[in-house]
Structure formats: structure tokens, C-alpha cells
């Protein structure tokens, strides 16, 4: 399988050069995914940066780094990466330390590593003797512990953020709830006999269940009005038909079926009488009418 890295030139006979070269201060030697890594004395890195930057022409200091193997009696590599621009090689060198014993600085060889060392120093807490200005980094002033450190936990208790109102740098409980912080990760339906936040809206807590956010309600009031909302709807009224369909009583209905005091009634409607001369006219037979005849004389 190919190496995803970018690939870099191999560079013909590197290995008996360095051995060569380097001697009894060579630890390893390892060609891997197409890239050369050494392992050298923790002693003599210094030096070891001095012949290969002037003998084998690795000119520029890309980048040191750190990584933690808790597991180790020396837990920490401090790893250096060089580039060589004339025979477009890298190479990258590693150290071994604990958390106690400091590595030489190679500030003198380049002095771009004053920075890269601080991050390490910061980051990780190996200790390098010959910097000029071994302080912190990336974190803030009074920071405790080393952020990449296998060990460090993920959150702490106390924060640090800069106060407008101080003007200064204050610290502050971390306001992230202890449940999440200390957080268990035993699902309730794999046996945990407690209740996690949130599990009030699945029912089966005794509160509300399955009702959603908890109520100030009792547990008797809650029953309560779930049994009315299950209650039947009261049945639909019928269409009143005859007066005893009311329901409002007998003396009602008698009292509503007497006339008014004027003692009106209503009467069915009765046709009107016609005149002598409208009957008279609906028995005769129509006739028709006589043409007009025109007018004589004048200018017509």
C-alpha cells in the first residue's frame, strides 16, 4: 500500500552516511513509508545537528515536536524534523527523556528553535537546558499541568479569561454542569438504578410520566386530570320535536300553550271577494279590437 504522505526524493546511501558520520551517537536507524528516521543519544543531539546541518546539508529546522508514551520509563520524544534544499531530503531525528531530565538546546545551531522548544516545553513539559527564554508559550500566565500530555484531563474546575473590569487575568470555576464532567456512561436500560437528567420525558420516574418536562403538579392532581381528559364527551342534545322534549317542566308547557291576554289567534288566510264588474269581465269573451283609422286633413 502507498504511503498518503507527500512523497519525498530517497537519497542513495543515507544510511551508511549517517552511520558513518554519527557513530556511537546513533541509537536507530529506520526507513519507513518511504522516509528516513534516526534515534540518537539525548547527550549529544546538539552535535549531531551541528554534522549533520555542515556535513550532509540538511540546512533548515522545520519543526520539533512532541509525543507521550505514558507506558515508557522515558516517556517523552522530542522529535526534530530537518530539510535538506540542496538533495530535496528530510530527515527526522528523535530524542528520548523523562519528565525530569532536560534535553540540549539547539538554539545555537537554529535559532528559530527558541519558539519550537517553549511550544514543547509548554505542551508537553520536557526541559530543555541552553534556552535562553524557557517560558510558556501558548498557554496562559499561571497555567497548570501540560495540555498534551496523555494524563491531562479533558476538563478542569477552573478557567481563565481576561477581566475588562479586573484589567487582568482572573480565574473562575468552569460553569460546565458535574454530569457531563463526571459523566457515566451505563445505560439505564442496561441496569443503572438511577435517574439521568432527561429521563422524566420518557416516563417510568414517577413524575408525569411520559408528560414531558417536569410539573409543579402532585401526582394525585396529575392523575386527576388525566383521568378527566379520558372522560366521554356528554352525549349530543336531540332536536326538539313536542314540548315535553324541552325539559323544562309541565307547568312550563301549560303555561306556554295558553293564548295571550288580547286572546288573538291566528286564523288561516281566507281568498278575497272579487267585484261584480271583475266577474263580470272574466265571463264575457275577449274581442278583438278595430284597426284606428287615420286622420284626414292637415299636413298629415
Not at 496523555?150 to 478542569?156: A, E, H, N, Q, S
Request: glycine share 8%.
Amino acid at each position: 500500500m502507498a504511503s498518503p504522505a507527500p512523497l519525498i526524493a530517497p537519497r542513495e546511501g543515507i544510511g551508511a552516511a549517517l552511520a558513518k558520520l554519527l557513530g556511537t551517537d546513533l541509537i536507530e536507524h529506520v526507513f519507513t513509508v518511504g522516509e528516513d528516521s534516526i534515534t540518537v543519544r539525548r547527550e549529544a543531539v546538539a552535535g549531531v545537528m551541528i554534522a549533520l546541518r555542515d556535513n550532509l546539508d540538511y540546512q533548515q529546522l522545520m519543526e520539533i515536536a512532541g509525543v507521550d508514551y505514558p507506558e515508557r520509563a522515558e516517556r517523552f520524544e522530542v522529535v526534530y524534523h530537518l530539510l535538506s534544499v540542496t538533495r530535496n531530503h528530510r530527515l527526522r531525528v528523535r530524542v528520548c527523556t523523562d519528565e525530569a531530565t532536560p534535553v540540549p538546546s539547539i538554539v545555537p545551531v537554529w535559532p528559530v528553535a527558541g519558539w519550537l522548544e517553549r511550544e514543547v516545553f509548554d505542551m508537553y513539559g520536557v526541559l530543555f537546558a541552553g534556552n535562553p527564554d524557557l517560558r510558556r508559550i501558548l498557554t496562559d500566565y499561571g497555567f497548570q499541568g501540560h495540555p498534551q500530555r496523555k494524563d491531562f484531563p479533558l476538563t478542569g474546575y477552573i478557567e481563565l479569561r481576561y477581566s475588562e473590569e479586573d484589567k487582568r487575568v482572573v480565574y473562575e470555576p468552569v460553569k460546565l454542569a458535574q454530569d457531563f464532567r463526571n459523566f457515566d456512561f451505563l445505560s439505564p436500560w442496561e441496569g443503572a438504578d438511577y435517574v439521568l437528567p432527561g429521563d422524566e420525558k420518557a416516563g417510568g420516574t414517577g413524575e408525569a410520566p411520559g408528560k414531558g418536562a417536569p410539573t409543579p403538579m402532585t401526582a394525585a392532581e396529575v392523575k386527576k386530570a388525566d383521568d378527566k381528559a379520558k372522560a366521554p364527551p356528554p352525549p349530543t342534545p336531540k332536536t326538539t320535536e313536542k314540548p315535553a322534549d324541552t325539559g323544562a317542566g309541565a307547568k312550563t308547557n301549560l303555561k306556554a300553550a295558553k293564548t295571550s291576554r288580547d286572546g288573538a289567534k291566528a286564523k288561516p288566510a281566507t281568498k278575497a271577494a272579487k267585484t261584480p264588474a271583475t266577474a263580470k269581465a272574466e265571463k264575457a269573451p275577449a274581442k278583438p279590437r278595430a284597426p284606428r283609422k287615420p286622420k284626414t286633413g292637415g299636413d298629415a
